[in-house]
């Protein structure tokens, strides 16, 4: 679910920043450019793990920011496919189930990868799942576990100001497509 991964990258520090130590200045900018970003092909980044690069700093022209060549390590959430995952129900449509994680909830099990024999009731927007004449339903914040099927990366490349508004839908960067219709996944009541 979550693995490390190797960046290379210029931090620039502050003045207000020279009172704490070095490694704490480079590490707080590092955190505030990437954590809980999405790195295109890498994933959503949580926070860096180890600094193990730092070049001398070179003084900017004029404002006196530093500039400092470093190579550290992230964290990063990026499940492989096949991974089965907790989370919890957060909204459910007819077209399937959006499921949140604590940190991400860009997770959306669609019908036909759910349980067959599973339909969407209307009135009470819910998944119910028919299993030996007895109904099992699939409620909002339920906990439930989940297989990582795809993953989804869009560009969130900027669009100019006069397109800003004919665009109708903005997505999510990135998303996971996951399927629960398996023995063992679903509600973890049920098993």
């Not at 991964?5 to 920043?17: E, G, M, N, S």
């Not at 459910?92 to 994680?101: C, D, F, V």
């Not at 906990?143 to 990366?153: I, T």
Request: charge should be negative; proline fraction near 5%; include cysteine.
């Amino acid at each position: 679910m979550f693995i490390l991964t190797t960046i290379a990258d210029l931090v620039q520090i502050y003045p207000h920043d020279f009172q704490k130590p070095s490694a704490q200045a480079i590490e707080d900018n590092i955190n505030a450019k990437y954590a809980n970003k999405v790195v295109q092909k890498i994933g959503l980044c949580i926070c860096m793990y180890d600094l193990l690069k730092a070049s001398e700093g070179l003084i900017g022209h004029g404002d006196g920011t530093v500039n400092v060549n470093v190579e550290f390590r992230l964290v990063v959430f990026r499940p492989f496919k096949g991974e089965v995952i907790l989370g919890k129900i957060s909204s459910s449509t007819n077209h399937g189930i959006k499921i949140r994680l604590d940190f991400f909830d860009d997770i959306f099990v669609p019908a036909h990868l759910l349980f067959p024999d599973s339909h969407f009731d209307h009135s009470e927007q819910v998944w119910i799942w028919t299993s030996d004449e007895s109904k099992l339903y699939l409620d909002k914040n339920e906990s439930v576990r989940f297989r990582v099927e795809a993953e989804e990366w869009n560009d969130q490349s900027p669009v100019a100001p006069a397109e800003r508004y004919a665009t109708t839908e903005r997505r999510s960067p990135y998303s996971i497509q996951a399927s629960m219709a398996q023995s063992g996944l679903g509600p973890t009541s049920w098993w």
